[in-house]
């Protein structure tokens, strides 16, 4: 069964994408800051990670760099959810190494379908 | 080449050209007197000389015919008295004939006399014999035949005489008459010469005074009509008239020096425009007045109180002689500020007035001549004060130099206060700067703090209405979609506010491809027929594809949904909304037309401002936020296209855009 990630500051959030991952079966582990993000990802080595851009300590950005830097984890895919569509955000998440972005507010129906369409291809 | 003559006066030529014609006159009277008179004297010394012969001539007839008168009436009477006659004539005889040849002593005459007192004598000798007869004796008629022979042959020879007095009188008289005529020709070739020496000598001295004067007239023309570069050259001409055109070329020399101070005002003028700040204007008026008035020193002094010019600024002339320093440290508040009136002395302490006594050694320690200072600024805000400097032996200053001056104060005052106002708006362009990131800033974060919150609102919205939490009665659905529509709309507001933020701040994202204007108003039709269904209004679209233009989809789309959705929400229930869109002369013109509610005439000039509502609009409680039309006319004026609106209240409202059409790449 594959592993999700979500890094979000906001509780609400993290909850409301746990709850659907849940729901459609999805094993899903959150954190609430940049700093343990990176840390669960080297632990837990999920299939993917949500990363929020604005967080504190790290960003969303750094962590994704992090990833990407790091051999035994830059597999992992990631989906940045950005608070600002703005075109710097995108192309910062992009020039990271992000698989998707997510502007917020999003909806939760077409996030879960993000990241189980990036899952599937990834297993495929 | 003949050297000109050396000058004279206009007066001395006059004269002499008088005296000229003075001097022919009386010499042509002299001569024709000294001439005539000698030769006419001659001529009538000879005339009374023939007149004198002829009178001597007839006295020694008048005895011969008296005797031979006396001695014939003795013949025939035998009277003694007779006789007694005869001798007592014949005795006037040698004194006649004495006269006679008095008379004619030297003469042609001479020889004809002495035949004629030949004759006489021979007829004396034969009259005597018959005088001699006794009376009552009758002589023989021979004796007395000859006697009258003789006496005719002696009166004949005197007769001769007076016709050779006659002829040589008639000669004279000849004489005379040509002499007369030719005194009258001489006198009249005088006169003629005299004339047309006269002539000469006035055509001469009018050349002389005429020739210069109407080039000098000419180069005076030349220099009123704005040729001042005339001069006029008049060798040899009179004094008076070559002092006119000595003054005459001075006043080209001088308007040439003018114009060229003129020009040299006008680059210096736009030299000290120029710079945006108050220390290069500064500088670039002293250093080119310097050079524009051929100056020792310039400076300019800050006036007390203002603070356009920090401080003195000085500029003197690689040679100049004496020191700027303790003038640039002295102030000028004596020349009232609120003067119009420039400072301008030959010398630094010329007359008792002002400067006072501080300016004036200031004055001596930079061994000041010719001295101009002019304030600054105008009547309530002086500046300061602008001192041209000459030292002493280099020309005064003319009124035409002040002038200059004067205008150069202005046109630094100008400059200094245009760099003070500039200064000013820089300061308020970065002020302004910052309160527009601190906007975008504000904007931005409150966005992103408003978008956290509004995902957990919609999110799970979204699970209750999927009912992913358990299933819903109608009541409930209903309610949860009241909370979806006001979500929605606070999602809007939210967006809007970011597009106009950026939009402002210029960082709106924007495409130049190639796109089909068509296929995006096709493409906008299944987004809003749901939407028209449920109100009641009918949608139509007719559009005249390809039409092609360049610019950002997304963008362009948002005008479209902008239109669409404002021309459905302000339609009634059975209303119709049209979309046409065909290309026209170098322009797709896009048309969107409703038959709404209108928008209020007074209302429509102020339609594509910021959060502006048309008062129908929010009298009738219809949501929006009053961006979507401004944002509308910024995307399509940054596509380089017009938005024309036309309403009229209660009938309807028709948005027309223009956009280029794009040229096949």
């Known amino acids: 069964m594959a592993l999700v990630l979500v890094a979000d500051d906001d509780a609400d959030i993290r909850d409301l994408v746990l709850f659907k991952l849940e729901q459609l079966g999805v094993e899903a582990i959150s954190v609430e800051d940049g700093t343990a993000a990176i840390e669960a990802v080297r632990e837990r080595r999920p299939d993917l990670a949500v990363l929020d851009i604005s967080m504190p300590g790290l960003s969303g950005i750094d962590v994704c760099r992090m990833i990407r830097a790091e051999p035994e984890i830059a597999q992992t895919l990631v989906i940045m959810l950005t608070a600002r569509a703005q075109e710097a955000d995108v192309e910062g998440g992009f020039a990271v190494g992000a698989d998707d972005y997510v502007t917020k507010p999003f909806s939760p129906r077409e996030l879960t379908s993000r990241i189980q369409t990036l899952l599937n291809r990834a297993r495929a | ?665």
């Open chain 2, 1 to 665: 080449v003949t050297s000109p003559a050396p000058p004279v006066d206009v007066g001395h030529l006059l004269r002499r050209a008088f005296a000229a014609l003075i001097a022919i006159i009386v010499l042509s009277g002299v001569a024709g007197v000294v001439t005539i008179v000698p030769l006419a004297n001659e001529i009538n010394r000879q005339l009374s000389g023939v007149l004198r012969i002829r009178a001597a001539n007839g006295q020694v007839r008048s005895p011969l015919g008296d005797a031979q008168l006396a001695l014939d009436g003795y013949l025939a009477t035998g009277q003694a008295a007779d006789l007694q006659a005869y001798h007592t004539a014949v005795q006037r005889y040698p004194d006649a004939i004495a006269a006679l040849r008095r008379t004619t002593v030297g003469t042609d005459e001479a020889a004809q006399v002495e035949e004629l007192n030949q004759r006489v004598t021979a007829w004396q000798a034969a009259a005597d014999r018959l005088a001699a007869t006794p009376p009552g004796t009758t002589p023989s008629p021979a004796d007395v035949d000859q006697v009258h022979e003789l006496i005719q042959a002696a009166l004949s020879s005197s007769l001769a005489i007076d016709t050779t007095l006659t002829t040589r009188a008639a000669t004279l008289h000849q004489s005379l008459g040509r002499l007369t005529v030719l005194l009258v020709i001489a006198l009249a070739g005088l006169t003629v010469t005299g004339i047309a020496v006269a002539t000469m000598i006035g055509i001469a001295t009018t050349r002389r005074i005429t020739t210069p004067l109407g080039k000098v007239v000419g180069a005076l023309d030349e220099l009123s009509a704005g040729r001042i570069e005339a001069r006029v050259s008049v060798p040899g001409a009179p004094k008076e008239i070559a002092a006119v055109a000595a003054a005459v070329n001075a006043t080209g020399v001088q308007a040439c020096r003018e114009r060229e101070l003129g020009f040299a005002s006008r680059r210096l003028s736009t030299a000290v425009r120029d710079p945006l700040s108050a220390e290069q204007a500064t500088a670039t008026a002293v250093r080119g007045l310097g050079g524009l008035f051929a100056a020792d020193h310039v400076l300019v002094r800050p006036f007390a109180g203002q603070d356009v010019i920090p401080e003195p600024v000085t500029w003197s002339a690689p040679s100049a002689p004496g020191d700027l320093g303790p003038l640039a440290q002295t102030p000028v508040d004596w020349l009232p500020p609120d003067t119009d009136e420039p400072f301008v002395a030959a010398g630094p302490t010329d007359g008792g007035g002002p400067p006072p006594m501080p300016e004036r050694a200031a004055l001596d320690s930079a061994q000041a001549g010719s001295v101009m200072t002019l304030a600054v600024g105008e009547k309530n805000e002086c500046l300061g004060h602008v001192t041209i400097i000459r030292t002493p032996g280099h020309a005064d200053w003319t009124m035409f130099e002040v002038q200059v001056a004067e205008i150069q104060a202005a046109d630094l005052r100008q400059a200094l206060m245009r760099a003070k106002m500039f200064e000013r708006e820089k300061r308020v362009v970065a002020q302004l700067r910052e309160v527009d990131k601190a906007k975008t800033d504000f904007l931005s974060t409150v966005s992103h703090e408003l978008r956290t919150p509004l995902t957990s609102i919609c999110g799970y919205l979204e699970l209750l209405v999927d009912e992913d939490a358990g299933p819903l009665n109608s009541q409930q659905t209903q309610m949860l979609q009241v909370i979806d529509r006001n979500a929605a709309r606070l999602r809007g507001l939210i967006e809007d506010l970011l597009i106009m933020s950026r939009m402002e701040s210029g960082r709106l994202p924007h495409g130049k491809e190639l796109l089909d204007a068509a296929e995006l108003i096709t493409a906008t039709e299944s987004t809003f027929s749901p939407q028209a269904s449920t109100a009641g209004v009918t949608l139509a679209f007719d559009v005249q594809g390809p039409l092609p233009v360049r610019g950002d989809a997304e963008q362009l789309d948002r005008v479209l949904m902008n239109l669409l959705s404002n021309a459905v929400k302000f339609t009634p229930r059975g209303g119709r909304v049209t979309v046409n869109a065909t290309s026209e002369s170098g322009h797709v013109v896009i048309a969107v037309r409703d038959t709404g509610i209108g928008i209020p005439a007074d209302d429509v000039p102020k339609l594509f401002g910021r959060f502006f509502r048309a008062h129908n609009a929010t009298d009738r409680a219809i949501p929006g936020t009053g961006l979507g039309l401004s944002i509308v006319a910024a995307i399509v004026k940054s596509h380089g296209g017009t938005i024309a609106v036309d309403s009229s209240e209660g009938a309807g409202t028709t948005f027309t855009i223009h956009l280029p059409v794009a040229e096949a790449a």
